[in-house]
């Protein structure tokens, strides 16, 4: 994936972004002096994760990755925050707390959620860190406890130049309009638009190697249908096909081959590795990426208790699908972004206005 390789190691790696880090860095220089937690809050896709993998670098702090919407590390947290020994990590590191997707965490509902973070920031001797998208969403509790610092969405010319540099370095032949159009159409998000640079790339793969490709997809997929074994974990470890990609093959297929309890079992361990592929992303863990990758080779396999039944394996009609409804969904995209501007109103919310 290109979002891992080219995820910056430095600061003078992160596109844009200047001024939020360089308040994140004073903020960081002169912890115990002001506030306690600082609130990073920005759209997707802009380096808010990044900056702070990028901040522990560079200043050697051992980063803890914590998800507080869970009382058990709710409790493992405070823990930490309150006792001075741990506030060192074994190799005598600096800690770092960081809670991602604050916004999802503390909502409305949580109240009791909302009072422990309020108490761990209040009394913590590690410095917290908590992203959030919508800063709104950040119960004011929460946020008057916090040093705000926006991360705003990416200019295009931003994502363009990075776009290019990773082209460059690829090897991919694309043109500079194609890089714009590119760096466009991803509305800030660069993550998602060094993906959809990922995905073009393999567009143009596959009109050179279609054939390759397609027999080894299928010959994947028969094995794991086919075998019946944990060992066949192994066969998707070549392939040139991303994680979702090939969950979306399996996906395609298994009702072709598996009936019943078979199919009932192969579609939980399937929805299950898409649980920690969405995980993989969201939180950039990806050692989780390798559990994913078991469920859906080695478990599905095993799933099937039934005769093994021969059928012809087809591509994912998620694709074919996507590229049917390329117009409509440009249209929809038009009218949001419409609605958006005259309603005040962020494209998520006026996407709902639609359905
Ligand atoms: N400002 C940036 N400069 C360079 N790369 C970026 C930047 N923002 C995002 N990226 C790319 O997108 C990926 C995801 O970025 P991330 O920091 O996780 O976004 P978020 O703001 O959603 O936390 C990174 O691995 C990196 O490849
Ligand atoms: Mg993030």
């Known amino acids: 994936m290109f979002v891992e390789k080219y995820r910056p190691k430095k600061f003078s790696d992160i596109a844009g972004q200047k001024s939020a880090l360089k308040e994140l860095i004073s903020w960081m220089n002169t912890w115990g002096t002001d506030k306690k937690a600082c609130l990073l809050y920005g759209p997707p896709g802009n380096g808010k994760t990044t900056s702070v993998y990028v901040l522990a670098d560079e200043m050697n702090l051992e980063i803890i ?73 950040v119960s004011p509790s929460i946020r008057e406890k916090c040093k705000m610092i926006n991360y705003p969405k990416l200019r295009y010319t931003s994502i363009a130049r990075v776009l290019k540099d990773i082209a460059k370095k690829e090897g991919i032949n694309v043109s500079d309009s194609q890089i714009i159009d590119l760096a466009k159409n991803s509305e800030g998000n660069l993550r998602s638009a060094i993906n959809d640079l990922e995905n073009y790339r393999e ?96 478990g599905v396999s095993v799933a099937r208790k039934g005769n093994f039944k021969f059928a012809k394996f087809s591509s994912p009609s998620y694709f074919t699908k996507l590229a049917r409804t390329k117009a409509e969904r440009t249209i929809r995209k038009d009218i949001t972004q419409k609605i958006s501007k005259k309603c005040h109103c962020s494209t998520r919310v006026a996407k709902q206005y639609l359905t």
């Open 65 to 137: 990755e914590m998800n507080a919407s869970d009382k058990r590390n709710a409790e493992a947290i405070e823990k930490i925050v309150g006792n001075a020994s741990q506030t060192y990590s074994l190799d005598g590191r600096k800690r770092i707390i960081v809670l991602d997707e604050a916004d999802n965490i503390y909502g409305s509902v949580d109240k009791g959620g909302v009072r422990t973070l309020a108490k761990i920031i209040t009394e913590t001797k590690v410095p917290i860190v908590l992203i959030a998208n919508e800063h709104w969403n």
């Open 203 to 298: 567009d143009i793969d596959k009109i050179g190697t279609l054939r390759d490709t397609k027999t080894s997809i299928f010959h994947a997929i028969a094995e794991v249908f086919k075998r019946r074994s944990c060992d066949v974990r192994e066969v998707f470890w070549n392939m040139d096909k991303s994680p979702d990609e090939i969950l979306l093959w399996i996906d395609e297929n298994l009702p072709k081959v598996y009936e019943k309890e078979d199919l009932e079992g192969a579609y939980k361990m399937l929805s299950r590795a898409d649980i920690y592929l969405a995980r993989t992303k969201r939180r950039q863990q990806y050692k989780l990426w390798g559990y994913a990758m078991d469920l859906m080779s080695s």
